[in-house]
């Protein structure tokens, strides 16, 4: 399993970044993928996950409204389209090869948002 993500960066209170991950060495298609963070001094948290074929997308109460989830099978691509960022979303943000609610599974080295004016 490999799975490297991008996107990452600096953005202000209120701004817009969107996240991707690539995936290889396992079929992609036939697994829930799902997107984890890390905020400073703490744990990991479930942030998101989409069904196999991208028919059912979960979210945890903190980014619902905000963030929106989706796939590419044909690319082997996950994405992370994250809206209205607050400073409460700074964290590193893994892709996961994880069902709903879970963090704990195969993930990427992360790519760092932080956001702040």
């Known amino acids: 399993v490999q799975l490297v993500e991008s996107g990452g960066g600096l953005v202000q209170p209120g701004g817009s970044l969107r996240l991707s991950c690539a995936a290889s060495?396992?079929?992609?298609?036939?697994?829930?993928m799902s997107w984890v963070r890390q905020a400073p001094g703490k744990g990991l948290e479930w942030v998101s996950t989409?069904?196999?074929?991208?028919?059912?997308?979960y979210y945890a109460d903190s980014v619902k409204g905000r963030f929106t989830i989706s796939r590419d099978n044909a690319k082997n691509t996950l994405f992370l389209q994250m809206n209205s960022l607050k400073s409460e979303d700074t964290a590193v943000y893994f892709c996961?090869?994880?069902?709903?609610?879970?963090?704990?599974?195969?993930r990427g080295q992360g790519t760092q948002v932080t956001v702040s004016s």
């Open positions: 060495g396992f079929t992609f298609s036939v697994y829930y």
């Open positions: 996961a090869q994880t069902p709903p609610r879970v963090v704990a599974g195969p």
């Open positions: 989409i069904h196999r074929d991208g028919s059912t997308t």
